[in-house]
């Protein structure tokens, strides 16, 4: 299989950051009265910030006006910012580090391509940011994914065609994206089974057969 370079999502697959996600959400939609299911927490992998707020606000049997909506994505934001200085080198996944070396050496180029606009400041807590080649994430795009605008973006940053590219994902939105941007698939964690999936990754670490046989 000709793979010249991995595409990885950051929340999800790199580090926990879908459980602080959704913790924010939740505290923000219980000071609000609304109903948040742990269930719709899956609709919010990979999606913007304000897609996932308007998930929780089908919930709220109310309209919100757009200067509604963006305080509360603040609020949220903040909640989640305050959850996110809790993290350190030592919370990237297991196996992360040793992959992203592999793949270096063996001149295999990497990318981030992540939905989220904290993209810097959580690669910089990991100590993660000098790794990668190149990072597209939600401060560059107008659609987040389902549509494959970042993973677009990142293969032009590497200068690789998509169709040798292998984006590593653990949400539905972010397969369909991949997909529809013409490149492979490894899903991982809550997407594992997912039949979007070309290759299904238990640990990170088994990209490696994946990429190398
Ligand atoms: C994605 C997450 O990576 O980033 C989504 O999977 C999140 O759940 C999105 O909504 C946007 O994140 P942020 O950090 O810009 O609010
Ligand atoms: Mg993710």
Redesign the pocket.
């Known amino acids: 299989m000709s793979i010249l370079a991995v595409i990885f ?4 697959v790199l580090v926990h950051t ?1 459980q602080y ?1 959704y913790q924010a959400w939740k505290r923000m939609a219980d000071e609000e009265g609304i109903v948040f299911e742990e269930s719709a927490g899956d609709r ?6 304000m897609e ?1 707020l308007e998930v929780i606000l089908e919930k709220s049997g109310r309209t919100y006006t757009n200067v509604e909506k963006e305080a509360l994505a603040e609020r949220k ?1 903040g909640y ?1 910012r305050e959850l996110l200085e809790q993290l350190t080198p030592a919370d990237a996944a297991p196996g992360s580090r040793e992959l992203l070396a592999a793949c270096t050496e063996q001149g295999i180029k990497v990318a981030i391509g ?5 993209t810097p400041v959580i690669l910089e807590r990991l100590g993660l940011t000098h790794l990668f080649e190149a990072v597209a994430d ?1 401060n560059e795009i107008v659609n ?1 994914k389902p549509d494959p605008e970042v993973f677009l973006l990142a293969a032009k940053k590497l200068a690789i065609d998509p169709k040798y590219c292998i984006v590593v994902e653990d ?1 539905e939105a972010g397969l369909i994206a991949a997909k529809r941007a013409g490149m492979k698939t490894a899903a991982t964690g809550t997407a594992i089974k997912s039949a979007r999936a070309d290759h299904h990754l238990h640990r990170l670490e088994e990209l490696t057969a994946v990429i190398w046989g």
């Open positions: 999502d950051l929340d999800g879908d996600h919010l992998r990979g999606v913007s910030r996932s934001n989640y992540s939905s989220s606009r904290n939600g987040s949400a």
